[in-house]
């Protein structure tokens, strides 16, 4: 009942426990949730803010919109009265024509008819004297229907005319009064642009594109008859500038697009000029020449930016960048060129930078970073000084990176795919440029270096867009990673493959350490990356072929010593949180830490072997084997005594490895009492390794002890078979001991006269603690080795022998049978009472 009782309140204990725990989860979903909201708020009065500054530039879209609908729609519906108009006075002229016609043709024929009518009373007057009032009477009545007939005609015309104009109106009424539909007012739209394109946009290329024809031939012309070098110079200047101020003149008016191909072509006709002046004219120097280039380049960004036009931007990068392809085409650079060709494409790069600031113009970027890496890789080798190619480079790649995200970081706008693959592209090229100038210097030795610089460029943009951009999840992971990867690359530059595996193991832990200590969770994922490339290198590589690695010992210890720190980090989480094991993190630990345990017991007997090979086996003999296994089997033992001491690491799991590791090193041991290893070695060695596997397997005995009744608490072994356990333990090691390891004499005697003594120990135990099963143990042994006396071994023995096996099994089988009387006696006298 008492235990009935504990039992009931170990659950009640255990459910208030479950309870507590399910509360705490709660509470810490609770915050989580909490925080979670509160973030999300932040966030949504972000977008409300950002939304309603949208929605009223919106509403300034759609009214202007509508505006512009509404006078399309009153121009479309003036043009189409006035088309209908047009038509409705062309079919009345036509219907008016058409009825007077008609009517002409009616008064002809009563004219006709009248005629014919005189000529015929003429007639009748003057030829019928008889019948000439009949005839005259039947004149006039032919008269008369015909005037009658011809007047019927005429109303009837009359009437259709009005019937049928009277309809058209009806119809070009109704056409007035239909509304413009969005169909028609798209295709509308549709036409106008066209129109305009063709009209505004391509005329005035095509005219911009005559004028530089024109410039061009009028300078070929004027160069045998008219002007000097001087005065074509001067006049090509004159006529851009007179373009690049009348587009000026025009844009204030409000002809952007008009304004647009005059500015541009006189930029183009500006840089023509500084070429011809040069190359062709040869009236200004080098120097002169890009100097006015880097003027117009200013010049024409400036514009491109007034007029927020790519077009004028791009002329000006072609036409900047013109002078440096002409001059390497025409004859290369010098050295005194190429430093001056560096600081000239510098000064463009930091024009463009300057219009990303304001402008997201990706063709741009695109157009800027194709015409400057040809001129990159050009100057990088054609400059003395690899030092100063690399610096070059590094400013490069650094302007490319400061044109592709100025805008999106100033403006707190998203990078489109379109951008990330040209910074994907900038590091790629420029990457292999440095790498390959390194190489080429013979800077091997801090190629590490170089590699971390990159690391740390990445890292930084990566870790200022976390704090400026939270929408930038991908694009952060994206620089994170890279970052990640050069600090990857930066110890097999900097050291070497073979010391890739020690370098990354000392960067992982130094970033594992940050990260945990501060909670960076980027950074302590980027170490764990790092340090499973470490552990995988290092086991897979290195442990494999560890004789031909150098500073292997240093190497192995430093790694098993790397992941007991990694795995002390994140003790304290377990401790201090019970639920965190249930985790996925916890879970991924745990497996870690098995490992860990795994990896260490294997490098301790590595180690040990390692050490023993090179220090003791060469004074062993041969005893090298013995020795080695001993050694290792207690390092094993020791192993796991540390093991069980270690209370925060224990679990279900690490105790089952424990209880391996001990059986192991007893299976181990006991294994080596079969083999004889002190045959024909010298006295001491043989002494000595006896005497090491007695207390060897005195050990055994006592950890055998332990285990046992580790299992009789867990409830999976009785007493009793823990005692027949250790009692056959006992009785068969003492047995291969003395079989192998010692060449005596009447062995056979010897071994019976053991077991004899040891039934008659099992026998008086068994009384004395009342244990049947051992008891009852000697008493077979007894009986088993008084037959082997007899069946087997007094064949083998001489008299002596004989007479003292005689004596010693005489003796103790009567104390045997002496002990067994006294059980006896004592059953008679519980009976009798």
Not at 147 to 155: D, F, G, S, T, W
Request: a neutral charge; aromatic letters at 14%; glycine letters at 6%.
């Amino acid at each position: 009942m008492e235990i009935k009782r504990r039992l009931d309140q170990l659950l009640a204990k255990q459910e208030e426990v479950l309870t507590e725990y399910q509360e705490l989860i709660e509470e810490i979903d609770m915050d989580n949730i909490i925080n979670e909201n509160i973030e999300l708020k932040e966030e949504v009065e972000d977008y409300r803010d950002e939304i309603r500054v949208l929605q009223e530039e919106l509403n300034q879209l759609r009214k202007e919109n509508g505006d512009l609908k509404v006078s399309l729609g009153e121009q479309m519906i003036n043009e189409r009265i006035e088309i209908l108009y047009a038509s409705k006075r062309k079919k009345e002229i036509y219907f008016k024509d058409t009825v007077h016609k008609q009517l002409n043709q009616l008064t002809l024929l009563e004219s006709l008819a009248d005629d014919r009518l005189s000529k015929l009373r003429a007639v009748a007057n003057k030829e019928l004297n008889a019948e000439k009032e009949e005839f005259l009477k039947e004149i006039e009545e032919l008269k008369t229907e015909l005037a009658h007939r011809i007047e019927e005609r005429k109303n009837s015309l009359k009437e259709d005319e009005e019937e049928l104009l009277a309809g058209l109106t009806r119809e070009y009424d109704q056409l007035r009064d239909e509304e413009v539909d969005e169909k028609i007012l798209e295709k509308k739209k549709r036409y106008n642009d066209i129109e305009v394109k063709i009209g505004l946009n391509v005329v005035n290329k095509i005219g911009v594109i005559l004028l530089l024809f024109g410039v061009a031939t009028a300078m070929k012309y004027t160069y045998s008859t008219w002007f000097n070098e001087y005065m074509k110079g001067i006049a090509g200047f004159l006529l851009g500038a007179t373009l690049i101020g009348a587009g000026e003149w025009l844009n204030r008016k409000g002809k952007n697009l008009f304004a647009l191909g005059l500015a541009g072509g006189g930029i183009g006709i500006l840089y023509f000029t500084v070429f011809s002046s040069y190359f062709i004219l040869n009236i200004v120097s080098l120097f002169i020449s890009i100097l006015v280039a880097i003027l117009i380049t200013a010049l024409s960004l400036v514009l491109s930016q007034r007029y927020k036009s790519m077009t004028i931007c791009g002329i000006s990068l072609i036409g900047g960048y013109l002078p440096f392809f002409t001059y390497v085409f025409m004859g290369g650079l010098t050295v005194t060129q190429v430093y001056i060709a560096m600081a000239y494409l510098l000064i463009l790069n930091i024009l463009v930078l300057l219009i990303s600031l304001e402008q997201k113009w990706i063709y741009i970027n695109y157009l800027s970073f194709i015409l400057n890496i040809p001129c990159l890789v050009y100057l990088s080798f054609r400059v003395e000084s690899e030092l100063i190619a690399i610096i070059y480079s590094i400013i490069v790649f650094v302007m490319y990176l400061l044109i592709t995200l100025s805008y999106p970081l100033r403006k707190k706008k998203n990078l489109k795919l379109a951008d990330i693959i040209l910074l994907g592209i900038n590091t790629a090229t420029n990457c292999l440029l440095v790498f390959g100038l390194f190489k080429e210097a013979g800077y091997d030795s801090i190629l590490g270096v170089l590699a971390l610089v990159y690391a740390l460029i990445y890292f930084g943009l990566g870790y200022y867009m976390q704090k400026s951009l939270s929408l930038e999840k991908k694009v952060q992971a994206l620089f994170y990673i890279t970052a990640l990867t050069f600090s990857i690359l930066m110890i097999p530059f900097q050291f070497g493959f073979e010391w890739a595996a020690l370098g990354w193991l000392i960067e992982a832990l130094i970033l594992l350490t940050y990260g945990v200590r501060y909670k960076e969770k980027k950074m302590e994922f980027g170490a764990w990356v790092i340090f499973i490339l470490c552990l995988a290198t290092f086991y897979l590589l290195d442990l494999i072929s560890f004789w031909h690695i150098s500073f292997f010992k240093l190497k192995y210890t430093l790694m098993t010593l790397g992941s007991i720190y990694v795995l002390s980090l994140y003790l304290k989480s377990f401790n201090d949180d019970h639920l965190f094991k249930y985790s996925l993190k916890g879970k991924l630990l745990s497996c870690y830490k098995y490992f860990t345990i795994i990896t260490s017991w294997f490098f301790a007997i590595r180690m040990a072997d390692t050490l023993y090979n090179d220090y003791v086996a060469i004074q062993a003999g041969r005893y090298l084997d013995f020795y080695n296994i001993i050694l290792i089997l207690t390092v094993t033992i020791s192993f796991s005594y540390l093991l069980s001491k270690i209370k925060v690491i224990q679990d279900k799991i690490v105790e089952i490895m424990i209880i391996f590791f001990y059986l192991l090193a007893d299976i181990c041991g006991f294994i080596l009492n079969f083999i004889d290893y002190g045959q024909g070695a010298s006295f001491e060695y043989k002494v000595l390794a006896i005497v090491i596997l007695l207390f060897y397997n005195i050990f055994i005995f006592l950890n055998l002890k332990q285990l046992l009744f580790r299992l009789i608490k867990a409830g999976r072994f009785s007493l009793e078979g823990y005692l027949m356990s250790l009692a056959i333990y006992l009785l068969a090691t003492p047995i291969i001991l003395i079989t192998n390891q010692f060449n005596l004499a009447n062995i056979n005697l010897i071994i019976s006269l053991f077991i004899l003594i040891l039934s008659f120990i099992y026998i008086i135990y068994g009384f004395k603690k009342a244990y049947i099963s051992i008891r009852r143990l000697g008493l077979a042994l007894a009986i088993i080795s008084t037959g082997k006396l007899f069946i087997f071994d007094l064949n083998f023995l001489d008299t002596t022998g004989r007479v003292i096996a005689y004596f010693c099994f005489g003796l103790v089988l009567i104390g045997i049978s002496f002990i067994y009387q006294k059980l006896s006696n004592s059953f008679e006298e519980v009976e009798g009472r």
